[in-house]
C-alpha cells in the first residue's frame, strides 16, 4: 500500500503529513513534523515517554497509528507553554529540580497538565497512580511529585 | 500492510471476507501495536473499526442491562458514574490494564479478542454474566464471554466475523461485584493471578455467586466450585477457607517469567477470599 | 592533586539551588537527544542480532535483503579494521568491543550483532534485517556464574584468561583478585558468633529510558562526524576510530544531551556500526536501538554468586570478615570481581580480613559499569550478615557498624589507608534520624546498610573564555549526566566572584578540548569541577596581569575579590576596583582574548560512604513488599547543588529498591532472554516508591578545594542489603537471593 495522507490539527495549527500505514503518530510527529519532544523509550506503551493527548484523551503516542488521526487534535509537549511564557508545571519542575536527564519530562509534563484539568486537587496517591505509565529512571520521582503538588496548589489559588 | 476504515459493520465484514493473509481488527491498538512492533504479528490487513457509528457508546437499556460499544476506551468507562456504580468490578477490571495513557485506547472487546489467560476484564465479564454481540455476513448473534476464549492467544472467532458490542445484564440491587489481581509492581503488570466474584446477597447470606479466575488456566472460565463453596453462607471464615481451596484446585497454571505453579495456585486462593469480601460489601451497600 | 592552599570553605555560590542551565530546553522538548538529530540524505540503520545463545556462523546470505528496494549498504565484521588483535588480559579491550559490536565467526549470546543494514527508511532497514539468511552451528552454551566456572561448561573464548588467575580454574575465569590482612583463622577463633552464608544476585540494566541512538557521516577521506548519546565522547572517538582505521583527531564526536547512562552508555555499540554503514554509502546514517535490542545487546551489570562468613564478639567487635565473590560479565572479560571484594568490607576497620573475586565469562551480553559496578552486590552479601549477627547477639544496627567503622588512618580492606572520610558522621546522622526511632507496627521492618565506593579523578582538560561583556564560557568535556554543568558554573562564579547567571557551561565536542575521561567514577563534580576552579584561577591570574599592566604596578601586586581585581595591600597603590567586565571589554586591544584552561588527571578523589535507613511491609499471603519509607544519608564532602545532590541520592536509592524487590534478568534453558522489555523487567513507578528522604553529610575531600567527593554512585551502594534486611525483618526469614519478588518470599515464608 502506499502512504497515506493525513490531515490533523497539533498544538492548534493545521498539518498535514505522508505516512506508510505501519508507522505510530510516534514516528510521524518526530521524524515528519519535526517534533521531536515526544520521545521513544520503549515503543510498547510502557514507558510514557511518547506520552500525548490525542481528542482530549492521554495516549501512549508509540500505539496510535499515524493513519488513526485523521481529522483529530493532537497535544504536544511543544504546545504547553504559551508564547515566551512556561506553563506553570513547567516552571515549577525547573525550581524544584525535578528532572535529571530530563528524556522522561515531556511525558510526565503532558500527562501531569492532563491530571490537573480532570483534577485540581489530587492527593500524592493520585497523582502517582496517575503517572504510574511514566517512568523515570533518574529521580526516583520525589522531586517529580512535590513539584506538581506544589503546582497543582498554585494554580488552585491563582483560579 | 493494508488499512482500512470502514463505516459500518457490514462493510468491515466483507472487507475482513476478502482479506488475504493475517487480518487484524483495530479498536484501541494496545495489542495490536505492541505486536506489530515487536514482529510477533504483522497484519496483511487491518481493518480499524473506529469511524462505525456507536460503537464509542456507552448505553444502558430501558431493562437497566447495558450496552457497550466496541471502541469504548477503558477511561471512558471509568468516566461513567452509573455503570462504575452498578458493576464496580467490570470497570475496575478494565482499569488495571496498564498505565492511564494505556487507558486512553484499550477497550474491553480488544482485551477479550486478544485472548489473552492472563486479560484483566474477561474474568470480571464472565462473573458479570456478559455476553458479546458477534457480526458476520450471517447476521449477529449473542455470545456469553466465557464461550469466546479458544486457547491462549486465539478466540473461537471465525473469519469475517468481529464483535460490536459487549452486553452486561442489569445489576440487580442487591448484587456486588469485585476483581483484584496479583502484581509484582502497584501498577503495569501483566496479572499474576485474577480473580473476579459477582454475588447476590439476601439477608446477610450469598443466595447466588460467579466466581472466575485468570491467568491460572489456558482460557478464563468460570469456576463452579468456588462459587458452590460460598452460596448459602453468611461469608465466614469456613466458607472463605472452602473458597479458598476451591479456587486453587482449579488452578492449572503454568511457570514463566512472571509467576511459579505454587505461587499462582496459593495466590488464587487469597485473591478468591479477598474478592468476596469486596463483592459482598459491595453488595450489601 | 596535592592539597591547594587556596581552599575555600565559606561560599557566596556554592551551596545554593539555581535553576540548571538546560532546564527550559528539557521542559520544553527542545533538548536534543540522540535519536532527536537528522540530517539531509540520512539513512537508516538496523541489526541483524544472533537468536542464540552460542552458535558458529556458517554463512551469512544477505542477497534477498540488498534487493529490497530502499536498502544501499550492508556491512559485517569484515568492514571493520583487521588491525585489532586477540590478547588475553586488559590490553585486549579494543579486541573485545570490536568482537562485541560485530561477531566474526561465533554468536557468543542472544542479541549479538552480526551484520548491519542500511536503507532509505527504519522500516526498510526493519524488514531488510528479516530477510538476511544466517546459517547458524548451535553450540552448548551456559549462563550462570557457578556453572561457568564448573568442570565441563563451555569454554567462551579460548586463551582469555589474563595472568592474574592461577592455575585449576575453568577458562571461563578470565581475571582472580585476592587481598586482604592479618589472619582470618584466628579472627574466627576470637569471635562469640560465627555466621556463614552463601548470596546470590542477578543481572539487571542500567534500565535509563533512552535507548542507544546515534546519526554518523564518515566520508571515504577519513574525515567523520559522529552525534551520539554517551557518557564520554572522547573515548567513543578513540574507539570508533580504532575500529573503523580511522586517525582519532578526523573523527569529531558530539555528545547529545543524554537521556540517562548510569553507566551503561560509557562504551560504543552501534556507534562504529553507523559510522561503517556511513562510509560504505558515502551518506549519514542513524541508528536508533529498540527496547528490546537495549536489553539483549547493550550491557547489564554482572550477576553475583557470593559467599560471605564474618565472626563478631559479644560486644559487637568483628573479629574477622572474608568473602568470596564469584561475578560474570557476559562472553567478555570485564565482571567488576576485584571492585566487588575490593568493597566489600571497606566500611569496616578489621584486623583480619580476606576477599576474593571471580571474574567469569559465560553467554550474555557483555557486562558495562552499573554505579558503582560490584559494591551493591558486595554490601548486600556482607550486610545482610552483619545485620543477622546483630539480630542474633541482639544488639544494636548501627551501634556495631559505629563500633567496627573505618575512620581517618584506617586501613582499608582493600589496603589503602583513609584519609577524611564520613562514615562515622553518616552513621550518626541515621542514629538521630527520626526515621530510626519511629514506630513499627507488625508486618512491618526496619533494615539499614552501609555502602561504599572509590570515586575516580580520570584525564580531565577544561576551557574558560571570558567575553567581552564580562560573561563566561566554559567548555567541558564529561557529558552532564547529573546536572554537572549548573554545579560547574556555580563553582566557576565562586571563583571569579560573578553571578551564576554570567556563566555558561557547555559539553563542547572533541575537536574543542583536550581529552577527557568519561563521564563516570563519580568523578565530574570532582574532576571537571577541580578543572574549572583550576582554569577559573588561570583566567583570574590573566586578568590579574591586565589590571597591573594597566596600573603599572607588579603582578604580584595585585588580587581577585568578588569579581574584581584590586591591589593586594595598601602598598600597591590606591586604585580603583577593576570588574571583570572592565577587563574584557578591551582585552582585545590590552593583549588579546582571555581564556583560561587546565589539563590534568587529578588524584585526590576522596571516597564516598552512606547508610541508608528503610522500612517495608511484607504481605504475608503473596509475598508483596511495599516500601514504606526511606532515608538516604551520604557523605558528599561539599555538595555544590544541593537539589542535584539529593535528586542522585533518591535515582541511587530507587535503582537499588527495584533491584532489591523486582528487577533480573530471566534466561531460559535456552539461554534466550525472556524479558527484553519494560513490561518484564520491572523498573519501580512512582506509585511503588514513598517519597525518599536525604540527609546530605559533608566531611570534605581534602582533594579537591572545595571538598567535593562524588556523590553519584554510592547511593545505589546500600539499598540492596538495607532492603533485604527490612524485607527479612518484616517476613521473618532471611532473604539471600534478589529480586525479593513475591514468589522468592513467599517460598520463603513457606518453608519456615
Redesign the interface.
Known sequence: ?SN?HVNATVNGDEVGFLC?????LL?CL??KL????????????????C?VK?SG????S????G??V?GQEIE???G??RDEN?HPL?EK?????A????????GI?V?TK??LEKNPDPTE?E????????????????????AILDTAADMREAS | MQYYTPKSFSEAIEISMEAKGITRFLAGGTDVLVQLRADIVTPDVLIDIKKIPEVGDILQNSDGSWRIGAAVPGAQLNEHKDLKAQWPGVVEAMDLIGSTQVQGRATLVGNLCNGSPAADSVPALIAAGASVTVVSVNGSREVLVEDIPHSPGKTVLEKGELISAVNLPARNTNGGDAYLRLIPRTEMDIAVVGCAVNLSVKEGIVSDARISLGAVTAKVTLVKEAADAIIGTTLDDKALTALSLAASAACKPINDKRGTIEYRTHVAGVLAKRAAQIAYKRARS | MALDDQNKSNFKFVGTRPKRPDGIDKVTGRAKFGADSYAAGMLHGAIVRSPHAHARIKSIDTSEAEALKGVKAVVTRADFSKDIKFTSGKDSEDWNVLENVMADDRVLYDGHALAAIAATSALIARDAVKLVKVEYEILPHVTDVDEAMAVGAPVIRKGAPDKSVPPGLHENVVSYYESGHGDVEVGFQEADLIIENSFKTEATHQGYIEPHACLASLGSDGKGELWCTTQGHFKFQKVCAALLGLETSQLRVTASEIGGGFGGKTTVFIEPVALALSRKTNRPVKIVMSRTEVFRATGPTASTSMDIKIGMKKDGTITAGQGTFRLQGGAFPGAPGGMTAMCAFAPYALKNVHQIGYSVMSNRPKQAAYRAPGSPMAAFAVESVIDALCKKLDLDPIEVRLKNASRKGTKASYGPTFEEIGLVECLEAAKSHSHYKAPLKAGQGRGISCGFWFNFGGETAVSLALSEDGTVQISVGTPDIGGSRASIALMAAEELGIPYDHIRCTVADTATLGYNEVSHGSRVTYATGLATIKAARDAIRKLCKRAAEKWGIPEEAVKWEDGHAIPSGPNAGDFEPLSLKSITEKMGKTGGPIVGHFEATPEGAGVSFATHIVDAEVDPETGKTQILRYTVIQDAGKAIHPSYVEGQFQGGAAQGIGWALNEEYIYGSDGRLQNAGFLDYRIPLASDLPMIDTVIVEVPNPGHPYGVRGVGETSICPPLAAIANAVSQAAGVRLTELPMSPPRILAALKAE
Open positions: 500500500m497515506i506508510d500505514p505501519r508507522e505510530t514516528d518526530r521524524d519535526s517534533l521531536t519532544g515526544a520521545k521513544e523509550g520503549c515503543g510498547t506503551g510502557d514507558c510514557g515517554a506520552s490525542l484523551r492521554l495516549v501512549c508509540c500505539l496510535v497509528l493513519a488513526e485523521e504536544t509537549i511543544e504547553m507553554s512556561l513547567q519542575f525547573i525550581e524544584y529540580a528532572l535529571q536527564c530530563g528524556i522522561c519530562t515531556p509534563l500527562a492532563a491530571l496517591t497523582v502517582r497512580y496517575w503517572l504510574a505509565g511514566n517512568l523515570c529512571r533518574c529521580t526516583g520521582y520525589d522531586k517529580i511529585i512535590r
